[in-house]
Nanobody, 123 residues
Framework: QVHLVESGGGLVQTGGSLRLSCVTS????????MGWFRQAGGKEREFVAA????????LYGDSVKGRFIISRDNAKDTVYLEMNSLTPEDTAVYYC????????????????WGQGTQVTVSS
C-alpha cells in the first residue's frame, strides 16, 4: 500500500496564497501519477490538479486553472499544490491521491488517498 500524508492547510485571507504538500511512502514515487482533489461541505469531491510521473504534464480543474500550480519533487517523494488568489469558494478539505496508470481528472481512477488537510479562506 502507498501512504500519502498531506500538510500545509490552514486559514488564509481572500486573495492570499497557501502551499500544500503531500509526502508519499510505501512504493516508488515516480511510478505514480499524483493528483489533488477537494471536497467542500455538502459538495461532491472535485478534481483540482494532476501531475504526470515526471511532473512535465499537468491537468487542472476549471475552477482553479490559472490560480493553482501542481508540482512534484521526486527526490523528496513529494507533490505540492501552490494555491493563489484564494477565495472562500476554495474552502474545502484537500486530498492528495495517486495512481499508477493514467493522467486523469476522475477520482475513481486514483487508488491511494491521503487523509486530507483543511483549507479555509476567510472573506
Amino acid at each position: 500500500q502507498v501512504h500519502l500524508v498531506e500538510s500545509g492547510g490552514g486559514l488564509v485571507q481572500t486573495g492570499g496564497s497557501l502551499r500544500l504538500s503531500c509526502v508519499t511512502s510505501g512504493s516508488t514515487f515516480n511510478f505514480y501519477v499524483m493528483g489533488w482533489f477537494r471536497q467542500a461541505g455538502g459538495k461532491e469531491r472535485e478534481f483540482v490538479a494532476a501531475a504526470s510521473r515526471n511532473g512535465l504534464s499537468t491537468l487542472y480543474g476549471d475552477s482553479v486553472k490559472g490560480r493553482f500550480i501542481i508540482s512534484r519533487d521526486n527526490a523528496k517523494d513529494t507533490v505540492y499544490l501552490e494555491m493563489n488568489s484564494l477565495t472562500p469558494e476554495d474552502t474545502a478539505v484537500y486530498y492528495c491521491a495517486a495512481n499508477d496508470r493514467l493522467m486523469t481528472r476522475h477520482s475513481s481512477e486514483f487508488d491511494y488517498w491521503g487523509q486530507g488537510t483543511q483549507v479555509t479562506v476567510s472573506s
